[in-house]
């Protein structure tokens, strides 16, 4: 009777996407020119909630149907988040191949699997399904276990991943309709690019945060992720014990992200407002954090792995938006610009770190086994910090022999020499819209304007 059940829902789930499943309108995303019948491993797109993975999962079933190549009959897409594939394991996929068949009156193609984390030892059955040779196969996931870094041995060879994370700063243009060119940067028309930085870098680029009609909605969206967060990724996936601990670090990180944090210090705060919590509980917290992609975090740079551990991490956010859900913009607009310009880094699956010596510099590109370049955010160069900031780049610079450092602000422009250092000023927005942003492995192609 079991079976019976599961293959009656198995069937509904096919015939939904056969027959009912629509492919949403899209806004194309920036990187990543694939395509699907030319694969030959399994590809992961990964990333955080809500960031676009099932609509860039459809931008590439799109591919495939336009100009009549390939029908839905070809395709299988499967959310493991639906409540009905509750209890799905891999010695089920043979009988949903079979749904398939008896529907489509073929075997599909093509695979497309949402969130295919929720799949127990789903990659024992993605490794099983690539080694039959007769599917291409292409999953979504929130997890960054399902990044190749992490991936199990017995995937090594198979498989390769994107990492999808909200809008940049040029798809939010795209989504917006404002369109540039390298000379437009330098007219009247910067002040539309600009006027759209300034709500990128409040509201973040969730794709419905950005498509919600008003403050309110886009609190709520924001805050449902957080919760979503909260209970789905963490608190129930790790079967959590201490939830006061995880509640503190995320409002925590809200409140004071771009900030270096401290495990230490945290287990002496909780302890004073009477609460406990060791430091193994709150490293495991902060793993299952950056695991979810609430949080990025990078360590102090040191040529040494060991002393680059032992030293407390920077901690971002992993969209500018969750900090609308603690202080006011105007207490934070310099670690908001600080954070924007790590979450543009992280995206470009850059190496990087921060830098504290007798000077602080906020980053240190590493290519290889040479950092390359030194970066410094802050708001506004003038009197009270401008002493602070470019003694922290060329101390940098210096003790790390690079060459030249920028120095990334609200709107000032400008070249400097500082004790014989070239040290380029420019807008953050202008340095994310550059074709070449110096020192930075360029991993996605951005000659695309508008």
Known sequence: MVNTIKKETLLAVVAEWLEQGEIPSLVPRDRHAIEPEDLSRILAIVGPRRAGKTYFMYQLIQSLVQGGRYSKKDILFLDFEDYRLSGFTGNDMDELLAAFHQLAGRYPGFLFFDEVQHLPDWNRVLRTLHNRRRFKVVVSGSNSSLLGSDIATELRGRYEDILMLPFSFREYLRY??????????????????????????????????VTARNEADRRKLLQSYYKTTFYRDILERHNIKARYVLDALMSGFVENYSSVFSITRFEKHLKNNGLPGSKRTIANYLHYLREAFFVVATDKFSFSPRHRTMNPKKVYLTDTGFAALGRSFAENRGRILENIVAIELFRRETEFYYFKNKNECDFIVKQGTRPTHAIQVCWELAERNEKRELAGIVDACRSLDISSGVILTYDREEEREVDGLKVSILPVWKWLLADNIPGLSNHRNTSEKG
């Open 176 to 209: 917006r309709g404002v369109s540039f060119t390298p000379a437009s940067l330098h007219t009247a028309a910067r002040g539309s690019i600009v006027a759209a930085f300034d709500n990128y870098i409040r509201h973040g680029g969730f794709p419905e945060v």
